[in-house]
């Protein structure tokens, strides 16, 4: 059971809107709200006052457009060729990321015979999407190139944000402002989550969070300034005890070195709970961890509660929480926080509450 508190997490936002006083703060809700359900979370930021989201799909924009009919919903990756009238005829702005999406967009406002609303976005040193340096000079050197479309905001994406220190910072900092100086003027936005925590220079007209506002730390060497809104939460199917030599769980990977109680959970890797957890992870039990033995399998996972007798089938076993944040399960995955929030499956229930 994953419980979700969306008043956490427009607290997460108002906190991030009082780092970043230059402009507004964005919701990004692609990847169903970081794992979390769009479709509560982007209504929870809209109801705090957030007017700006961004989605990675146009489905997932299509999914809560109707949640959110007079904000600006963006598409990140870009209009698919051939998706541009739904674009249009639904308010979703796609982000232009090249000269061929600028064209496609251009076309289709010609044909619309009215301005349409559009992102730009300006590689700065991620190589993925957004203008490469001879696409933006184009632009630069021809602004009716973009003739027909209304241009809401210019944006890059940092790359190394989290790392306060690093030099890539400032250098895309220096190249989003020359990129921005031959463009029409346009509002400017350019902070992730811990792009906010870099300072006033990488503040921008609209920041655009996600992490953070699910309680991710935006600045890991530090301590965590986010509310947690999520707890993980698994219920115990059965408890055995183990002898010596007894082993647990696919391969035999861990064997009882003396009589154990073993608690089988039921969540596995079909849930998200990462199969690299396998005798390395934990769960918290009434504040104390309870080690994880064993591969963890694709419905089940178990875990040593020899000292623990009050869990019994039934229990509840905490995997995220307070005890054990998503950074914490990450560290043990060997990944970030994101992919352990964005890899929650469909299978586990949500529960919201701060509605
Ligand atoms: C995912 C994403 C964000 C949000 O980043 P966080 O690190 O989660 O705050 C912002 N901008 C772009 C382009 C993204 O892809």
Not at 50 to 66: G, K
Not at 87 to 93: K, L, Q, S, T, W
Not at 294 to 306: N, W
Request: proline letters at 7%; a neutral charge.
């Amino acid at each position: 059971m994953l419980e979700v508190d969306l008043g956490a997490i427009a607290d997460n936002w108002r906190l991030l809107c009082a780092r970043h006083p230059r402009g507004p703060v964005a919701g990004v809700v692609k990847a169903d709200g970081y794992g979390l359900g769009a479709r509560a979370v982007a209504p929870a930021l809209h109801a705090a006052g957030c007017r700006h989201f961004f989605v990675a799909h146009l489905d997932e924009a299509l999914a809560i457009r109707d949640l959110i009919p007079d904000a600006l919903l963006a598409v990140l990756n870009g209009p698919i060729p051939g998706t541009e009238d739904e674009y249009a005829a639904r308010g979703i702005v796609p982000v232009l990321g090249s000269l061929a999406d600028i064209d496609a967009w251009t076309a289709t406002a010609r044909r619309a015979g009215r301005a349409l609303p559009a992102i730009l976005h300006v590689d700065t040193g991620m190589s993925r999407l957004g203008l490469d340096p001879s696409e933006l000079a184009i632009v630069q050197g021809d602004h009716g190139r973009l003739a027909g479309t209304d241009l809401c905001f210019v944006m890059t994406h940092l790359v190394a944000s989290e790392q306060r220190d690093s030099a890539l910072n400032e250098r895309q900092r220096a190249r989003f402002a020359a990129a921005c100086a031959g463009l029409p003027p346009a509002p400017r936005s350019f902070a992730n989550s811990s792009g906010i925590f870099l300072g006033d220079g990488w503040g921008s007209d609209l920041a655009r969070p996600g992490a953070a506002l699910y309680g991710i730390n935006p600045t890991p060497t530090e301590k965590n300034p986010m509310r947690l809104p999520v707890r993980l939460r698994s219920r115990v199917l059965a408890v055995r005890a183990v002898g010596k030599g007894d082993s647990v769980g696919y391969n035999a990977t861990w064997t009882a070195p003396k009589p154990r109680r073993i608690a089988t959970a039921c969540i596995g890797y079909a849930d998200g709970w990462h199969r690299s957890l396998s005798g390395r992870g934990a769960a918290i039990f009434d504040g104390t961890p309870v080690a994880l033995v064993g591969r963890v399998s694709m419905d089940l996972t178990t875990f040593d509660v020899t000292g623990q007798p009050a869990i019994v089938p039934g229990s509840w076993l905490e995997l995220i929480g307070p005890g054990q944040t998503p950074d914490d399960v990450a560290a043990a995955a060997g990944t970030n926080g994101y992919e352990v929030l964005t890899s929650l499956g469909a299978r586990i229930e949500r529960v919201y509450t701060g509605r």
